[in-house]
């Protein structure tokens, strides 16, 4: 994988539509939400569904689709997990875990896919970097948030 700190206007797209997705719900007014609503669960399966697990992914934060069909899976701690036809690969596509603060709301938080992937691969990650080799919160060494362009290559894209 190649990194490159750039942040295109997909990247700033994605995260403002996610901010604005944020404001929006934040704002609604107390009328609009329905008092002492519950969910209730089905209670089973439409007929021709199954439930079945057919993998497990250790805190995972975000999951996007290319346009080929595979799943791409963020996790706490850093890492990019590429599901293909149902089947999560052996090895991250992508580790950051030793660059990550994962600690509290941190840690590799998001993923898009660029709108021309196809040709390009790009993907762009929101994640916390450890900038001063430290996880402070509320100092001049406190971890910053970045978002970061990738290229997807070999058996991840």
């Known amino acids: 994988m190649r990194s490159r700190r750039v942040i295109t206007r997909s990247a700033i797209a994605c995260v403002i539509a996610g901010g604005l997705l944020a404001a929006f719900a934040s704002n609604l007014p107390a009328s609009a939400l329905v008092p002492d609503a519950t969910i209730t669960p089905a209670s089973g399966l439409p007929a021709g569904f199954t439930d079945d697990l057919l993998f ?22 850093g890492r990019l997990r590429v599901v293909d036809n149902g089947t999560l690969l052996n090895q991250p596509a992508l580790d950051l875990s030793a660059k990550i603060c994962s600690d509290d709301e941190r840690g590799m938080m998001g993923v898009a896919v660029d709108p021309n992937f196809s040709s390009n691969k790009f993907i762009y990650i ?3 970097f450890n900038k001063f080799d430290q996880c402070a919160v509320g100092t001049s060494k406190t971890p910053v948030n970045r978002v970061t362009r990738y290229q997807l290559g070999g058996n991840s894209q």
Do not use: E, K, Q, Y
């Open 126 to 128: 929101f994640w916390t």
């Open 56 to 77: 497990s992914v250790a805190n995972p934060t975000a999951v996007a689709f290319t346009p080929n069909g595979r799943m791409l899976i963020t996790t706490d701690a």
